[in-house]
């Protein structure tokens, strides 16, 4: 003590700081010791559901002071040492209000009445890096939990999301199995592909990049998915910087519980068909129309629905197996499942085998948290050539057989093939397996402040066959090709997090560091000449017979993209009534030109809880009101890599520039370097309402934004032709992409006694978008496909028009002279293929909306989702380039489109025009599922069941609409020059009808 | 005092997760380096011809100048022929829109060849190589074939001395 005389200024301060701490631990050890002269009892107690007096599991019980606590078991059931004198129980559990409850000497058991809480109150969203209780959220944040996904069979998470949350579009491109979804948030803000949203899962965000074939996401198990937050606004996802323009989609994934141990089988088997077929004329009809259309009938005395014959009745399995438990210290979750689906169409499957393993274990007094996820996905889709298949069984004569005297396929010496020749000779087998794991230990240093270390690996590596074998009628050499990708992603980041409450004003800081790195690798190689009725060349490649550099030139890309990361958040709440969050981050990328390398985002967004002011807090009519308002920027970083670089290579072609020798070796510039191109900017302002009426039961959203999208990265014709390149990159500085709405979401659910309760609720998106200051009249998109059809546009991006607007000749009849007459849009006299197209309307959709219902009495429940959008239009480029009447007059058959003028002369062309562009609108009843709980204490063999549910689930099973093809959500990819198209449909994959029956069973 | 030690762990962990220059490193292209003379001239005057062949295909220079003078016909009869979105009947009642690709690809072809031909010019004024006066000669003859070609074709000449600068457009006489 006596040196405190000679120490000076602050190092006065060490001595009490030393008598401070040891003085702290010294009482610790006290209390400890004190603890224990002083008599233990036990309170017994049980936990309820005050309204449903349903036993609640997992709810904590501990003591208001001290650190004892315990957790109820399955039965509500709980039993806690305390100290015999007087003390405070608190019993708190997720959904419910805490309650605290006094216990006297006398006190032995209690039972404890827990009030579901209103929805604001306990629920706790994650917003990226962290969570934030759902009162205290100031952006647009929707969270979805499992128990309101759609049901069915789920090939990626992007279907269990779709229709459920306002303002996400969710259109899946075919109705193949396994196909790539198409989802924006808030509408799309690039010409480019790269509208997608940046998913994060378990704290790991996730590249989009191709894996190989089909979804990426394919590799995640939907049985798996505990909840999706869902971030809309620039103001939640500034965040994620230059990756959150297109919103972020954060899955989190199942975990373990304390206290519990629970194992769950489910088993699904689910029944599919065609759920629509294209109504191309029967045999009769055909032997009919040909003639009436002024052609030679070539009739084979067949009556063959080609359809039918491509199509099948499809099973699908689907097994899970799911273990959980854990103690306060470590909780576990562990779960293998397998899916073995069949397409509708023949000879195609996707079966997918996942596992995951997470744990997180408490060391050091609760001060370290460590979690862990492993999660491995094999993926195996086999497919027949689908285009050729559907294109030949719609357009192939029904009145040729299908099958010869000796039952094989029949062989036509036609234009046409027998579709079903593809099945014997043509297959692509594509096998995916991917890895995702990470390990994120936080530690608390003082009381508040945690600091968090994140590791992530996501590895996926992908290898498709495609497999044409020879064959002497129809007559071909076959071929064999091997794609092979490889794609890895790795995680460092690390960040604090400080936390603090000071009498009624609570606020937290963030700041972290991130760093990521990709890098995908693609390899292909093929061999021409199969020989006939020999090996497989999928199991040996070296049975081809032909392998030159012009037909079998092997080929390969790989490229490593780099970003780092400074980001940091700050939050506030005055009294639990003013919020307010302000995000901010740096973010630097390899793909970044050097003069434009690090981008900056920040965003801050403000909130008012109405319903926490005097005048609204005691009112028994309104629950909850929230006021909020933000604005942020964000960027898109989908852009290519190495176009800021120069490249001087050698270029294909020579000449001889002497009198003999050998031609030399030409070397160009197929690129000039550009150091200014950048990601593509986002600035987004939202304001929004969340309301809570009449005890929770009835609560909504309403969000009005307005997004604007500029720095567009586009691939264009330079203003000066004459360069070394066709295609320049650049960021054009004045476009603008906007994209503004409204988004409604209302929920009602009642109770209406113990055994019987309902809910229903919709969401509805009204979202205009629009380009503007394009300096270009058109970026044409969408190249037609099909005979007589090579370079015909459908799409463009003009000024003043949204995106995927159809731009086309405008159709007006058939003249005089028995040919098309087109709309002179310009009034000069004549009409011409470019000067008089038309503006025609979007394929992207206005308007999206979907409504649900739940009901369920004593073990019953059912539930019913539908979903729509209107507002956009297809193109329907099969009947463009199969249904018309010069085909039908060939003997290749058509739908009754094709002979609807008849006056049409049979040599009349079929170019690109509104002829073949249809309303695009529709409403379908999604899924609707149906479920019984078996009563399991009545049920001898079953009485170890905690619970067994049977189910039968209807997909798909029929959908509104005027559009005439397979099924009006259709997507296919005619993207120009990275220009991307929407609306098209070409020989899509159709959807299928699905019931399934599942049964699930509870230990 | 264990704690202290896992504080001094995190914190070396968060100095070797370490901070990049974020350089991109491009794994599949490279950039030739290291030419000698002789084949830098070889080499930038060789892609000055490499463009003609494409240039005068049945799709590109000989449909534009022989279907647009009834020289040659592509009728279309309905169905299988070569339809097209109706592209050689366009070229026939002198009819060609913007869109047309055939147009289009000869003259992409033609100004890749003039681009090439200028590149040609100002690498060669300085190569040293014994040829590189005679390459001159022959990068400047094809720059004026080049202009000859979009001259007669599209009525323009672009002037452009250095590869960097914008172009001239100068446009032939209406006749």
């Known amino acids: ?1003 | 005092m264990k704690t202290i030690y896992i504080y001094i762990l995190f914190t070396g962990i968060i100095i070797i997760s370490g901070c990049t220059k974020l350089n991109e490193e491009i794994l599949d292209e490279s950039s030739v380096t290291g030419l000698t003379d002789k084949q830098l001239a070889e080499g930038t005057l060789a892609p000055v011809y490499t463009a003609l062949p494409t240039i005068f295909q049945h799709t590109n220079y000989f449909a534009l100048q022989e279907i647009s003078t009834d020289e040659a016909i592509l009728p279309y009869r309905g169905g299988t022929d070569w339809g097209d979105n109706g592209i050689y009947l366009s070229l026939h009642k002198h009819e060609t829109t913007s869109g047309d690709p055939n147009v289009r690809n000869t003259w992409n072809n033609i100004v890749i060849g003039l681009s090439r031909s200028i590149t040609a010019i100002t690498t060669l004024a300085t190569n040293t190589d014994p040829n590189a006066k005679t390459f001159l000669a022959e990068a400047r003859g094809m720059r004026a074939y080049y202009s000859m070609l979009t001259l007669d074709l599209f009525g323009l000449i672009f002037i452009k001395e250095d590869p960097r600068d914008i172009s001239k457009v100068v446009r032939g006489l209406r006749l």
């Open chain 1, 1 to 1003: 003590m006596n040196k405190t005389l000679f120490l000076k200024g602050k190092a006065k301060l060490y001595p009490l700081f030393i008598i401070f701490i040891t003085s702290f631990l010294c009482t610790k050890a006290i209390a400890k010791e004190s603890f224990s002269f002083i008599e233990e009892r036990l309170i017994t107690g049980i936990v309820l559901d005050a309204s449903t007096k349903e036993p609640l599991e997992g709810a904590t019980i501990s003591l208001k002071k001290g650190s004892t606590n315990t957790i109820s078991d399955k039965a509500g059931k709980f039993s806690i040492s305390v100290l015999a004198e007087d003390g405070i129980l608190v019993i708190s559990h997720v959904a419910y209000a805490t309650q605290e409850v006094i216990i006297t000497s006398t006190t032995s058991n209690i039972e404890v009445l827990l009030e579901p809480a209103s929805s604001e109150m306990g629920e706790v969203v994650v917003v990226g890096y962290g969570t934030q209780k759902q009162k205290d959220v100031t952006g647009a944040v929707t969270t979805l939990k499992s128990s309101e996904f759609n049901k069915g069979i789920i090939n990626s998470p992007q279907q269990l999301l779709q229709g459920k949350v306002s303002g996400v579009n969710v259109t899946s491109a075919t109705g193949e199995p396994g196909g790539a979804l198409k989802i924006t948030i808030r509408g799309p803000g690039s010409v480019r592909s790269g509208s997608s949203p940046l998913f994060v899962i378990d704290g790991l965000p996730l590249d989009n990049a191709s894996t190989g074939g089909g979804d990426p996401l394919n590799a995640i198990n939907p049985d798996d998915i505990e909840s999706f937050d869902v971030l809309k606004d620039a103001s939640a996802t500034a965040i994620y910087g230059s990756r959150g323009a297109n919103g972020v989609v954060i899955i989190t994934t199942k975990k373990g519980k304390a206290g519990t141990s629970i194992l769950t089988l489910n088993a699904g088997l689910g029944v599919s068909k065609l759920a629509n077929k294209i109504p191309v004329f029967t045999a009769d009809e055909f032997r009919r129309e040909v003639p009436r259309a002024g052609g030679t009938l070539d009739d084979k005395g067949g009556n063959t629905d080609w359809q039918d014959l491509v199509t099948r009745t499809a099973l699908t399995q689907n097994y899970n197996l799911t273990l959980s438990g854990g103690s306060k210290q470590l909780v576990y979750y562990a779960s293998f499942g397998a899916q073995r689906q069949e397409g509708i169409i023949q000879n195609n499957s996707l079966d997918r085998y996942t596992g995951r393993f997470n744990a997180t274990q408490k060391l050091l007094d609760d001060r370290l948290v460590v979690e862990a996820n492993l999660s491995f996905a094999n993926t195996k889709n086999v497919r027949p050539p689908i285009t050729s298949i559907i294109g030949e069984a719609l357009g192939n004569n029904p009145t040729y057989p299908a099958y010869d005297e000796n039952g094989n396929p029949a062989v036509y010496q036609n234009v046409l093939n027998n579709p079903l020749i593809y099945f014997d000779l043509d297959k692509e087998v594509g096998t995916i397996n991917r890895v995702i794991a990470s390990i994120s230990p936080s530690l608390t240093i003082i009381k508040g402040l945690v600091y968090k270390l994140n590791f992530g690996v996501d590895n996926s590596n992908g290898v498709r066959d495609v497999q044409a074998l020879g064959s002497t009628s129809p007559p071909r050499d076959g071929r064999y090709e091997n794609y092979q990708t490889h794609n890895r992603n790795t995680l460092i980041e690390n960040y604090l997090t400080y936390s603090r409450t000071i009498s009624s004003h609570t606020f937290s800081a963030l700041a972290g560091y991130s760093y990521q790195k990709f890098f995908i690798q693609e390899k292909n190689f093929s061999i021409n000449k199969i020989p006939i009725g020999g090996v497989e060349p999928i199991y040996n490649p070296g049975v081809g017979t032909e392998l030159t550099l012009a037909n079998n030139r092997p080929g390969g890309k790989a490229t490593i993209n780099e970003q780092q990361s400074l980001f940091g958040r700050v939050t506030y709440q005055y009294d639990s009534r003013y919020l307010a969050t302000v995000n901010f981050r740096a973010d630097g990328s390899t793909k970044f030109g050097e003069n434009n390398k690090y981008g900056y985002f920040p965003s801050f967004s403000l909130g008012w809880r109405i319903s926490e002011e005097a005048f609204l807090k005691n009112s028994s009519i309104v629950n909850s009101l929230k006021l909020r308002a933000g604005w942020g920027r964000t960027g898109n970083q989908e852009i290519e890599p190495k176009i800021t670089q120069a490249l001087f290579i050698s270029t294909s072609g020579s000449y001889p520039l002497y009198s003999s020798g050998p031609y030399p070796v030409s070397y160009s510039y197929a690129r000039f370097a550009n150091p200014d191109l950048q990601w593509e900017v986002s600035e987004q302002t939202d304001l929004g309402l969340d309301f809570g009426f009449l005890n929770g039961d009835l609560s909504g959203t309403i969000d009005y934004f307005n997004k604007k999208s500029t720095n567009i990265l586009l691939q264009v014709t330079p203003a000066d032709p004459v360069q070394p390149a066709l295609y320049v990159w650049t960021n054009e500085k004045d476009m603008i992409i906007s994209n503004k709405g409204i988004e409604l979401d209302l929920n009602y659910r009642k109770r209406i006694n113990e055994h019987l309760g309902f809910g229903i609720g919709g969401n509805i998106s009204f979202i205009k978008n629009v380009v503007k200051n394009s300096p270009y009249t058109i970026i044409p998109s969408g190249s037609a496909q099909g005979s007589g059809l090579t370079s015909a546009t459908i799409n463009g991006y003009i000024n003043g028009q949204p995106i995927g607007t159809f731009f086309l000749p405008q159709f007006i009849g058939i003249g005089a002279d028995s040919l098309n007459n087109y709309l002179d849009a310009d009034g000069n006299g004549s009409f011409s293929n470019d000067k008089d197209r038309v503006v025609l309307g979007t394929g992207l959709p206005s308007r999206l909306y979907s409504f649900y219902g739940n009901f369920n009495f004593k073990g019953l429940d059912l539930a019913v989702n539908f979903n729509g959008v209107s507002g956009n239009k297809i193109y329907d480029n099969t009947a463009n380039s199969i249904f018309y009447k010069a085909k039908i007059a060939k003997n290749t058959n058509t739908t009754a489109e094709a002979t609807k003028y008849p006056n049409e002369s049979n040599s009349n062309t079929a170019p690109v025009s509104s002829r073949f562009l249809k309303n695009g609108s529709y409403l379908r009843l999604n899924n609707v599922s149906l479920g019984y709980n078996l009563k399991t204490q009545s049920m001898s063999f079953l009485k170890w069941a905690s619970s067994v549910r049977v189910s039968v689930t209807g997909q798909n099973l029929f959908v509104f609409t005027d559009y005439d093809g397979y099924d009006p959500e259709v997507n296919i990819d005619r993207n120009i020059e990275s220009a991307v198209s929407y609306g098209i449909d070409y020989l899509s994959y159709p959807k299928a009808r699905s019931v399934i029956f599942g049964l699930n069973v509870s230990f």
